[in-house]
Every structure is written in C-alpha cells, then in structure tokens.
Nanobody, 115 residues
C-alpha cells in the first residue's frame, strides 16, 4: 500500500532550525511531484514547498529564503530544511506526493516554535 511517513517535527525556539523528512513506499517516487503543506489551528492548509521529479522547486513567499526542499529518489525521501523559524511557522506539516490524477498524504508532523 502507499504510505508517506513524516518525521523530524518538534519544539524549537524562534530563529532555530529543523529538518523534516518524508519516507515514501508503494509508489514510483521518482515520477511524482512531492511537497510539504502545513495547517495551523483555525487556518486552511497551505502549500509550503514542492519539488518535481527532476528537481524543479516552488516555495511559498512566506518561507522563500528560509526553507529548502530536496529529494532523494533512490531512497524515496523528500526533505524540508527549515531555518530561521518564526512563531507563525508553527503548524502540522504534511508530506504530499502526486502523479497523474492521484495524490497521497502523510499523517503529519507537529512543528512548534516558541518565541
């Protein structure tokens, strides 16, 4: 079965860094566009960053210059390096993978940023 499993979330002080990881199974990962979304309480889920199979990236304006998305197709993993974290970055972060007309989601990992 298809699974996406996130890890790396936690509590960090403002200005600190975290690296999120997403491990995929059951899909032809190299063909998928993958990304990270986040959702804070009372807010809609939003795209944080995405990366195509050949390495093209897209970032939300709010994280550009602070976050970096990358992937390792051989290991079927996607990463999100988060630097200079702000309290407004606090949310549940979800891994997403999509190909053709299908999309897959992980269970989410909590990121908390203290001021």
């Amino acid at each position: 079965q298809v699974q996406l499993v996130e890890s790396g979330g936690g509590l960090v002080q403002a200005g600190g860094s975290l690296r999120l990881s997403c491990a995929a199974s059951g899909i032809f990962f190299s063909l998928h566009t993958t990304g990270w979304y986040r959702q804070a309480p009372g807010k809609q889920r939003e795209l944080v960053a995405s990366i195509t199979g050949d390495g093209g990236t897209n970032y939300a304006d709010s994280v550009k210059g602070r976050f970096t998305i990358s992937r390792d197709n051989a290991k079927k993993m996607v990463f999100l390096q988060m630097n200079s974290l702000k309290p407004e970055d606090a949310a549940v972060y979800y891994c997403n993978s999509q190909f053709a007309n299908r999309a897959y989601w992980g269970q989410g990992t909590q990121v908390t940023v203290s001021s």
